[in-house]
């Protein structure tokens, strides 16, 4: 059984910085995408940044610059550094990855979810 398990969460004040981070583990042979997704209240899930194998990296136009996404393969961990936050980025954060098991099946494994609140 596989598990991706969130942290870093919390309160932050505006224009401060918060680091999350997600493990995978359980039965993993590999790991494909990772990416971190985000639901406000009243919204829909989306899309915050996307990272592949090779580290190439995606962001949703709201974060670039902002936002960075980062993974340790060796350790099948992939963290979100948050600067420079705004009170719209208080959400949800959800993490997110395709992983190949050793018994050949591949399936897109999500996080519990971790809340973080930007507010003063």
């Known amino acids: 059984q596989v598990q991706l398990a969130e942290s870093g969460g919390g309160l932050v004040q505006p224009g401060g910085s918060l680091r999350l981070s997600c493990a995978a583990s359980g039965r993993i042979f590999s790991i494909n995408t990772m990416g971190w997704f985000r639901q406000a209240p009243g919204k829909q899930r989306e899309l915050v940044a996307i990272?592949?194998?090779?580290?190439?990296?995606n962001y949703a136009e709201s974060v670039k610059g902002r936002f960075t996404i980062s993974r340790d393969n060796a350790k099948n961990t992939v963290y979100l550094q948050m600067n420079s936050t705004k009170p719209e980025d208080t959400a949800v954060y959800y993490c997110?990855?395709?992983?190949?098991?050793?018994?050949?099946?591949?399936?897109?494994?999500w996080g519990q979810g971790t809340q973080v609140t930007v507010s003063s």
């Open positions: 990272i592949t194998s090779g580290r190439s990296a």
């Open positions: 997110n990855a395709e992983i190949w098991t050793y018994s050949w099946s591949r399936s897109t494994y």
